[in-house]
């Protein structure tokens, strides 16, 4: 629109991103303009020495977390990957998924910078969701233009990146695809032919899914919806709905405070849930809920947490229903101290507390826990993205019901 004076250098892909996380929908024509801004700065300046390296990785890396994917973008990209190309930079591998239009919101770098955004945004309680929710009532019909598909289910979906990605499948790289671990990997799923729904408290993080989404195709978005809302009034829904819900996932749920036997909170962040039985996502109703929804359609719950007292306390509530069982792991967790000690590292404080209250307590080793990723890999959320890169251990189990 100001053909770049007004937006010189890196600042096209700030005000993309910004307005991305802004929740603006539709409007694709401002998001275009604005990537060819981008690329007339990168043709203009990008050859410069001044015009450092880090500069061109901020501004693919930003533009793609906005979620926009048009000709243009891959145009942007391309030019993005001859310039590192010609100052010399090393990561020859980046250089290519640029070049070859193989990058984009599944990618490494985009994720870190949602993650560090949804990583500051504030926990919102149950008790404060009626500020910020809206009640919803379903009628599938007005949510997809196919009711007859299966459904994939992400609870506490965040920014919802895991489902925008999944939902667009076909356009992913195939070194990205699932990994061959367990059960869900032998399950077939076309994630193509599925509808997708995502359910968060907090409206900011669902602005900004909603706003991807309706910047995309029409086939997409009559496939994916995402709503803010309590979990367990979606989860009262899902009955109701025509065909197979193929998979739940709730990934990386706030944890509750950890105590020790003394009742002496060992967490500084007054945000978490006070206990597992106070504000924690996970209540005994929930499992209820979905112990009845997987014995109904005969679907999955993938659940991944980064604190093993949560993991083993989620998978005892889950198994307690008496309707669940752990799907045995193909690469499972042999000694999940070995995992936390690789590569230098070491166990996290929270588990060390964990440890010294609960001398003889359950660990998440066994093949009920799998030591590789159970989603495809462009099915990743931010926060699993950014635990491998910190060299956080993740604990991942598959669930289904008892036939």
Known sequence: MTLGSDLRGRTSADAAFQLALSGVKQHAHIFEAIIKIG????????????????????????????????????ELYDKAGECLERKGFPDEELIASLRNGSFGLHSDRPLLWL???????????????????????????????????????????????????????????????????????????????????????????????????????????????????PALELLSYLKSYPGKIELLTINFPSPFRLHTVNGLN?????????????????????????????????????????????????????????????????????????????????????VQEWLKCNLDTERAEGECWSSIPLMPLFGRPETEVSCEFQNTVVHRCLFRSIH
Request: glycine share 8%.
């Open 39 to 74: 690329t007339h700065e990168l043709m203009r300046t990008g050859g410069r020495s001044s015009f450092k390296s880090k500069y061109i990785l901020q501004m693919v890396e930003k533009f793609a977390a906005s979620g926009v994917v048009t000709v243009s973008m891959f």
């Open 115 to 229: 993650w560090r955004f949804s990583a500051r945004q504030k926990k919102i309680a149950l008790d404060d969701s009626s500020k910020t929710c809206n009640r919803i009532d379903v009628s599938w019909n007005d949510y997809f233009a196919d009711t007859a598909k299966g459904l994939v289910v992400d609870i506490g979906c965040g920014l919802g990146v895991s489902l925008l990605n999944l939902s667009a499948a076909s356009s992913q790289p195939k070194h990205v695809g699932v990994m061959e671990s367990t059960d869900l990997a032998n399950m077939n799923m076309k994630w193509d032919e599925n509808n997708y729904v995502g359910v968060d408290l907090n409206s900011k993080l669902i602005n900004y899914a909603q706003g991807v989404i309706s910047r995309r195709d029409e086939a997409c978005q009559k496939r994916v919806e995402f709503v803010c809302c």
């Open 266 to 350: 060992l967490n500084g962040n007054s945000q978490l849930p006070q206990s597992y039985k106070d504000g924690f996502m996970i209540t005994d109703e929930m499992a209820i809920q979905i112990a009845h929804i997987l014995h109904k359609s005969m679907g999955v719950l993938v659940f991944q947490t980064k604190c093993e007292d949560v993991a083993v306390y989620t998978k005892n509530l889950l198994l307690g229903t008496g309707s669940l069982e752990c799907v045995p792991c193909i690469v499972p967790v042999l000694d999940v101290n070995e995992r936390y000690y690789d590569n230098g590292g070491s166990a996290p404080k929270r």
